[in-house]
């Protein structure tokens, strides 16, 4: 018998129990029918109806749909005129049901609004719980909190026994938006106090209706150019000024309002006396001796001097070149032919719903103008000691928001949380519910191992338009899909893309083919039952044949030692074997074989993001941000990137010519040192030889003096 009618049948004869299901019906029908159409039955007339109805048809149908209702989502009571404390009177007060999240909390133009939570968190993680960083509205300074020693009290935070708790208040303001000041004029906005599910919607068409008028294969390219020209023309040279740039007297005054530009939107970090000069396009050709690439530069790079900007990559990037050309060069005519059309279809620089131009026709690069916030918010939460007694936190909010109803973007704490604690509890698993580059694999163990020892057995791919059809089979896929299936030998595992009939016979066809021809030789001579072992010990093997293992390394140590030689050898044949705990390392080794850039491209959306992250924060030190992904943003971060790159190597070029020249000084100092010593080395010989004493004068005086000497 149906539920339905079981419960049903229950609720009008709740006194008796164990019924028959044909002595219910017949009650049912019996009681129906006694009751006439126009009085009051047990149960509502249109649920009169559909009983009568149900009960008369053969098998009766399941009414358990009309007669109880589906539960229903918690709502949040509300209460009116609460007194918060001696200051403040609260319009409303919300009471939250446990484990609500609120992103839209209401507030009020004339008042403060309440909202009461109910905290399911440990004390000492609640300033990681508190429920307005579920709120998808930017709030900041100016706010504070109270400093320790200045507690409040209010009634709405009790304890246990009905006293007020010491609370902790933190107070902060709504940040709002920033926005284009002639798209959305600040006083344009419609301010709210609340965001119901219909209003969201009604921006998700809004920003869908945008996104479809500019949704073409010549819009994107035409946009991608657009924001490149911006971001040169933006940046320019970031080289140091060291030549001086000739300009007319028009060029100088136009040259004065862009730098302005650049060093309002620069907010203090332009650079230091950059150089002026001009971004100049360059037409590349093949002339078959020397081939020159198109791209810009600024008119002062050469090839002698290389350090100022330069792009010669663009015709290798899916830009419009001739509209750059248009732009460079200030071919006015290029620019309306490409231009015109493109501003037909709504979108482009001639759109004017969607760009700025100055009274003289040219183009405003406008500043995003902050559109302010009067909302307030106010969190009271007990202390960390009272938070187990008090599980409630209170945010009070006052205010009209004036900025416009933002989408829902932040993910909210309770989501986070439940995901972050889902991943961490997978571990190994996680490596089973991610796809693996098993194609590669494949290749790779057929031809390094043998027949016996392969994980991957089988690789089909079925073409879907050759296999019989049957109505228990998935929905068929896209015209031209094949169906993949992968046979490995480790508990019982098969991996198939999409489920039908025809799939699993030639599942079960290649099994039998696999087990017929070959049967597993390391199982075989490696058999537990063969083993020379006691029992307990060939059932502390078996413990082992698991996805995991309650205590494996105390299991091993009691094999090792108790099962003697043959338990060490059966050992060490497990260890040493290259598949064992096959998923972990066929996780491994095709991770290791594959470039650590290309990580998540055969992986999940959820685990492709993570170890996207995981990347970029360990190799490149990129960390998520909440900047615009606009494509102008991109272009700038890529030139800027470009251009730090090219400034660190020619500084490491520079740092190699200084250690040269420094080289080659201490070889000239050396050179200069040596050549000052020969020449005082030859003017000391020279001066010896004009100022000694001639050999036959020593003689002669000698000789007297032995004279003088002999004559005494």
Known sequence: MSPGILSIAQLLNPEEENLDARQEIAALRQILGAVPEGQQALVSPA????????????????????????????????????????????????????????????????????????????????????????????????????????FKYTQLLVNSRGKPVCCQIQHKTCLGVKACQHAHPPEG?????????????????????????WSSPRCDIFLKTAAYITAVLHLGCRHPKQEPTCRTEQECEEFDKLQVQRRLFARGHFANKPCEGRIMYHKGNDDGNERKSTGLSCEHYSSYNSHHWADFNIDQAQYNIDYIAAVFTGNTQALARIEEPVAEENHGLLAPSIVHHLPDGKLQLLEMVPVTCAVKY????????????????????????????????????????????????????????????????????DANLPEEEHYIR?????????????????????????????????????????????????????????????????????????????????????????????????TVNRIRNEGGKAGKDWLRDKETCRFQRSPLFAGKKATSRSPSDRE???????????????????????????????????????LK????????????????????????????????????ELCRIGDDAHQQRTTAIPLWDVHLAEARIAAQNGAQ
């Open 47 to 150: 649920v009169h109806c559909h009983l009568k109805t149900a009960l008369h048809c053969d098998p009766p149908h399941p009414v358990a749909s009309v007669a109880l209702p589906l539960l229903a989502l918690p709502v949040a009571t509300v209460e009116y005129m609460v007194q918060l404390n001696r200051e403040t009177t609260l319009e409303r007060l919300f009471h939250h049901p446990r484990g609500a999240t609120v992103e839209y909390p209401k507030t009020s133009s004339s008042g403060t609004v309440g909202h009461l939570f109910h905290v399911e968190a440990d004390p000492s993680q609640w300033p990681e719980c508190l429920p307005w960083k579920d709120f998808q509205y930017s709030h900041g300074l100016p706010g504070g909190a109270t400093m320790n020693g200045s």
């Open 189 to 213: 906005f419609e301010g709210h106090t609340s965001a119901t599910l219909e209003d969201i919607e009604r921006v998700r068409a809004e920003q869908r209706k945008t996104c479809d008028a």
């Open 378 to 445: 106010r969190i009271w939460y007990p202390l960390e000691e009272d938070c187990a007694d008090c599980p409630y936190v209170l945010v009070t909010s006052e205010g009209e928001h004036t900025n416009p109803i933002l989408l829902p973007e932040r993910t909210p704490m309770a989501v986070r949380r439940d995901i972050l604690t889902l991943l961490k509890n997978l571990r190994e698993d996680l490596l089973d519910i991610t796809l693996r580059p098993v194609q590669r694999l494949k290749a790779e163990q």
């Open 458 to 554: 089988v690789i089909l791919e079925l073409n879907n338009n050759n296999l019989p059809v049957h109505e228990e089979d998935d929905e068929p896929g896209e015209p031209g899909e094949r169906t993949h299936i992968i046979i490995c030998i480790i508990f019982c595992r098969v991996y198939i893309t999409r489920h039908t009939v025809a799939a699993h016979q030639h599942i079960f066809e290649e099994l039998e083919r696999i087990m017929t021809r070959r049967p597993p030789i390391i199982h075989y001579c490696h058999n537990i039952k063969t083993c020379a072992v006691k029992e307990p010990v060939r059932q502390l093997m078996r413990s082992l044949a698991c996805i995991q293992h309650p205590d494996w390394d105390v």
């Open 600 to 638: 998540g491209v055969h992986c999940t959306l959820l685990g492709g993001l993570l170890k996207g992250q995981q990347f970029d924060a360990l190799k490149m030190w990129i960390q998520p941000t909440n900047q615009p992904t606009m494509s102008v943003v991109n272009t700038l971060k890529n």
């Open 641 to 676: 990137r470009q251009d730090q790159l090219k400034t660190n190597r020619a500084r490491t070029m520079e740092a190699h010519v200084a250690k040269h020249n420094d080289s080659m000084q201490k070889c000239h100092d050396a050179l200069e040192k040596a050549l000052q």
